[in-house]
C-alpha cells in the first residue's frame, strides 16, 4: 500500500511538469533529479521514452509519451540487489537504431541458429557436418 501511494505521489509530481511539445531526454532526466532522483537512465525510443530513476533504494519506471510526456505506464519496486544504482544521469538515443531495424526488435536474425553460409566461402568443408577446423582435407 505504502508503495502504491508512494508512486502515485511520484507521478503526479512528475506529469505535473511534463506539459510541453516534444520532450527530450535531457529535459526528462531533469524532471526526476529535480525530485530526488539519483540516478536516472532515458531510453528515447520511437514515439515513447522508457525512464528508470533510482532513490533511497526505491526503483521507478516510467514510460512517457514523448511528444506530451504524459505517462503512460508506471511502476515503482525496490531497487535489485547488484542492480547499479550509483549516481548519474544517463541517456540514450534509440530511435535512429529503430530506424535502421525498421522498427522491429528482430535485428535481422531469424530462427534459433545462427546462419553459416558466410563461412562457406572460405573452405570447402560443409559447417554443418560436425566437424571442426578450416575444411582443408578430403570430404570423406
Not at 526503483?59 to 505506464?73: A, F, M, N, P
Request: overall charge negative.
Amino acid at each position: 500500500m505504502k508503495i502504491k501511494l508512494l508512486t502515485a505521489a511520484a507521478l503526479l509530481m512528475i506529469s505535473t511538469g511534463l506539459a510541453q511539445a516534444a520532450w527530450t531526454g535531457e529535459q526528462l532526466a531533469k524532471t526526476y533529479t529535480d525530485k530526488g532522483y539519483t540516478r536516472v537512465e532515458v531510453k528515447l525510443m520511437a514515439g515513447v521514452a522508457k525512464v528508470e530513476a533510482f532513490k533511497a533504494g526505491a526503483k521507478l519506471e516510467v514510460i512517457h509519451d514523448i511528444e506530451t510526456g504524459s505517462v503512460l505506464k508506471s511502476e515503482q519496486s525496490v531497487a535489485r540487489v547488484g542492480e547499479n544504482t550509483s549516481p548519474g544521469v544517463f541517456v540514450r538515443d534509440r530511435r535512429a537504431e529503430d530506424g535502421r531495424r525498421g522498427g522491429d526488435d528482430d535485428s535481422g536474425r531469424h530462427g534459433r541458429g545462427s546462419d553459416d553460409d558466410s563461412d562457406d566461402s572460405y573452405d570447402d568443408s560443409d559447417d554443418d557436418s560436425g566437424r571442426h577446423g578450416r575444411g582443408r582435407g578430403s570430404d570423406d
